[in-house]
T-cell receptor
Framework: GAGVSQSPRYKVAKRGQDVALRCDPI?????LFWYQQALGQGPEFLTY????????KSGLPSDRFFAERPEGSVSTLKIQRTQQEDSAVYLC??????????????FGNGTRLTVT | QQQVKQSPQSLIVQKGGISIINCAYE??????FPWYQQFPGKGPALLIA?????SEKKEGRFTISFNKSAKQFSLHIMDSQPGDSATYFC????????????FGEGTQLTVNP
């Protein structure tokens, strides 16, 4: 079946613009995560959903970052008034269950955001 | 606060050799330790994972060794192949950290033919 799908693959935004990044998780996956990966670094946790409930948003770097998953499937990460330090690859991942370690995390290929 | 430290940052190995990547963690509540492989332009993909109730897990050419007392774990790639050239990340998670994975900084592995 299809894996985690993210769009767009690349996004260039001028500083101050708002952007919206989309994630289509694997069908039926309960848990959805957003991570931010700076160049040459490991992914950093942003936020976590279980179905439509956002259970952990402690990794969001500022109130300019907002994520939603209104129907428990597709998720959108929105960044308002983008800054150059927001430039990174944004990765979405999903997992079949809410169990912490019982099912592997499947990552999408990410959206590379460049803020100019 | 970097809770998972990974070394080396880069590694060059000859084809057929053994690649060894090390990680150390601080949070004793971590109880799940996966390794991810990432190719350029792709998302990380789970390679192998271990829980602290065993000291070693092997899957094909990939082995995780785990030392709970030292809070360290390592990935060994036997008979390394050019196709193994990628960036490898160790990670850890536990009940007290919720469902999030904490990743190491990554190791860029190059296997020369």
């Amino acid at each position: 079946g299809a894996g985690v799908s993210q769009s767009p693959r690349y996004k260039v935004a001028k500083r101050g613009q708002d952007v919206a990044l989309r994630c289509d998780p694997i069908s039926g996956h309960v848990s959805l995560f957003w991570y931010q990966q700076a160049l040459g670094q490991g992914p950093e946790f942003l936020t976590y959903f279980q179905n439509e409930a956002q259970l952990d948003k402690s990794g969001l770097p500022s109130d300019r970052f907002f994520a939603e998953r209104p129907e428990g499937s597709v998720s959108t990460l929105k960044i308002q008034r983008t800054q150059q330090e927001d430039s990174a690859v944004y990765l979405c991942a999903s997992r079949t269950s809410s169990g912490l370690t019982n099912s592997p995390l499947h990552f999408g290929n990410g959206t590379r955001l460049t803020v100019t | 606060q970097q809770q998972v430290k990974q070394s080396p940052q880069s590694l060059i190995v000859q084809k057929g050799g053994i690649s060894i990547i090390n990680c150390a963690y601080e949070n004793t509540a971590f109880d799940y330790f996966p390794w991810y492989q990432q190719f350029p332009g792709k998302g990380p993909a789970l390679l192998i994972a271990i829980r602290p109730d065993v000291s070693e897990k092997k899957e094909g050419r990939f082995t995780i060794s785990f030392n709970k007392s030292a809070k360290q774990f390592s990935l060994h790639i036997m008979d390394s192949q050019p196709g193994d050239s990628a960036t490898y990340f160790c990670a850890a998670s536990g009940e007290t950290s919720g469902s999030r994975l904490t990743f190491g900084e990554g190791t860029q592995l190059t296997v020369n033919p």
